[in-house]
């Protein structure tokens, strides 16, 4: 019977123990300073945003992923265009600089925020999606 009750108290004892070093561990995990996740390159900036870097950013390449037929009905100046609905459109994607900075459009902003997230998680470091697309563009010219 002694020799059951010594076993019962070494096994308490490591399980304190245990307990113990895990909750140390614990305090000094949450102590550490957090890695922050990489930073976000995609952000939407409205059509003032966009014309103010037009004007004073001329590196900047305005990317259109519209199709071939809404594109015919005009782009932004100096735009480059991939339709965001053609099967090689991923493949296009990778050929461009990753390091030039984008502004990212459309019809209305949502093929561009697909296209910017996809931009985005392919490493590019510098990512604008147009809100509310290129029909956003036109209305303010009016």
């Known amino acids: 019977m002694n020799r059951a009750y010594q076993l019962l108290f070494i096994l308490s004892a490591l399980t304190l123990i245990e307990t113990t070093a895990c909750t140390q561990k614990s305090s000094v995990e949450s102590k550490a300073p957090s890695v922050q996740p990489a930073s976000i390159v995609y952000q939407d900036i409205n059509v003032a945003q966009a014309k103010t870097i037009q004007a004073e950013s001329p590196e900047v390449v305005f990317l259109d992923v519209r199709t ?31 390091e030039t900075s984008y502004v990212v459009y459309c019809r209305s902003g949502v093929r561009s925020t697909n296209a910017s997230k996809m931009m985005e998680q392919l490493g590019f470091k510098d990512v604008k999606n147009l809100e509310g697309g290129y029909t956003a563009w036109t209305e303010s010219n009016n």
């Open 68 to 98: 071939p037929e809404e594109t015919a009905d005009g782009i932004i100046p100096n735009a480059i265009i991939i339709d965001f609905r053609s099967d090689e459109f991923k493949e296009k994607l990778t050929q461009l600089d990753r």
